[in-house]
């Protein structure tokens, strides 16, 4: 048994040594000829391979927090359209390397969609990640220019990079130009989720030049789903009397009109 494990093991059938003894159990038990054996020991190092693939994959993209599907509450957005969502899910754009944009204003779902987006590409077997833009320019900008194209690598060998919170803040003309580097580089070879929480209309000033805002939107737009969330915040769903409250109460009191 200890050479048959040992032969294993080289042969980098890993999963294999540890359950061996159930397997060969289980087949006596239900009496399985060699071929039954054989195809249940594969089928056992198969299913950990993908197994341990599915957690590699899924650490890589680096969700700041699970989000999915089926945990999207289509009542609360009754504008959203629930069928495109669904659609989306296919990941069908993934595979056209069709881009997907989310826009509203905070507290709308775009992060929960786009990270639900990303976790149904992970168990496609899709390599994905997840980067906020802040933190996507901070790491290119670090170091030395020369190697800027070396830090791009991690945004541009996943099939899907989402890209959250673009437009919070504004971009210096450098920053832009790195944001056009990763969007042009992965256009028609790769899969791009962008939320944003401004109006395509704005980002000429928001990226500080309007011609590099329109050569990037030219790319990531045509090939691209726009999905408009609107409504009220989920954050505030249960706060809704206090933000009400709060409004009321910053509304500077009505001038008394002085009787003349
Ligand atoms: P945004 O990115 O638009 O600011 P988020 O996606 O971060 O908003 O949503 C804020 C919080 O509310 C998250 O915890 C998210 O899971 C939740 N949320 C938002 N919309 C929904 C919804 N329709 N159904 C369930 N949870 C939602
Ligand atoms: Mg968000």
Known sequence: ????????????????????????????????????????????????????????????????????????????????????????GSLRFAKECANVLFLGPPGVGKTHLAIALGMEAVSAGMKTYFTTLEEMITRLMAGAPAMVSRRMGRYLSCHLLIIDEVGYLPLSAAQAHLLFQVISSRYESGSTIITSNKPVVEWGDYLSDPTLAAALLDRFLHHCHVVAIGGASYRLKDKMDLVAQAKAKKTPPTKRRTES
């Open 1 to 88: 048994m200890e050479a048959l494990e040992r032969d294993l093991e080289e042969l980098g059938l890993s999963s294999i040594p540890e359950d061996l003894s159930a397997l060969i159990s289980a087949a006596t038990k239900k009496k399985a000829g060699y071929e039954e054996f054989l195809a249940s020991v594969l089928a056992h190092e198969r299913a950990a391979r993908a197994a341990s693939r599915q957690a590699i994959l899924t650490r890589m993209a680096r969700f700041p927090v699970p989000k999915t599907l089926a945990g999207f509450d289509f009542a609360f957005s009754p504008n959203l359209d629930a069928g495109l969502i669904r659609e989306l």
